[in-house]
């Protein structure tokens, strides 16, 4: 089987995490190139497992379960709460909030709209911050263009600059090819946060995913 984390020592044969906690990967100043697994180090649960360039488990989601479509909730190394992500309610369109933390009664930090402008059929989703949705075209700080389903996505701020991409992950030396649950995710730190990125991930797959109904 094509190993998709180097550091296996982390974590138990039962697929459950050991007791001994991974090592957080320290957030770099230059590009970040994360794998992406969709699949949770828990036993029973679906879920997404994020590692490093060094094999260090970065982020975890644990509840991407069929009865919490509703929400989501994005932790690091350790199982601490980094952001919640909860679908908008009462809104045209599919759209989700994004909050800090595991509380949902603070202000969100981003709304991610789903884009259905039919004259621009690149752009997949687009994020502006807090909950208005009012005027996207002042408002925009990131959006998101490509194929999801082919694991090929770019994701652009508001001055049009790469703040990352959605790759597939190639197999090296002629070994097993990676299907669409595992692949890459590369993030220039400078222009968007880390976790951000990754929670563009998770809505990416719940709006153009496998998990979307």
């Not at 925009?140 to 790469?162: A, T």
Request: glycine share 8%; hydrophobic share 35%; aromatic share 8%.
């Amino acid at each position: 089987m094509t190993k998709v984390y180097p550091n296996a020592s982390s974590f138990s044969g039962s697929g459950t995490i050991s007791e001994r906690p991974p090592k957080v990967l320290a957030a770099p100043e230059s590009e970040a190139i994360l794998t992406v697994w969709k699949k949770s180090l828990l036993f029973n649960c679906n879920g997404f497992t994020v590692f490093g360039s060094k094999g260090d488990l970065v982020f975890r989601v644990d509840n991407y379960m069929d009865g919490n479509k509703g929400e989501i909730l994005l932790m690091d190394a350790t199982g601490n709460p980094l952001l919640t992500i909860r679908r908008k309610k009462m809104s045209l369109g599919d759209s989700w909030l994004v909050y800090k933390g595991e509380s949902t009664s603070t202000n969100p930090l981003l709304c991610v709209r789903k884009s259905m402008n039919i004259l621009n059929n690149k752009c997949l989703a687009y994020v502006i911050p807090g909950e208005n949705t009012s005027n996207r075209s002042n408002n925009v700080v990131y959006e998101i263009e490509g194929s999801y389903s082919q694991r090929s996505c770019s994701v652009y701020d508001d001055r049009r600059r790469l703040a990352a991409e959605i790759k597939k992950k190639e197999a090296v030396h002629g070994g097993v090819a990676y299907g669409n649950d595992i692949f890459r995710l590369v993030v220039q730190p400078g222009h968007i946060r880390t976790d951000f990125a990754m929670a563009l991930v998770l809505l990416l797959d719940q709006m153009f995913g496998s998990s979307r109904r």
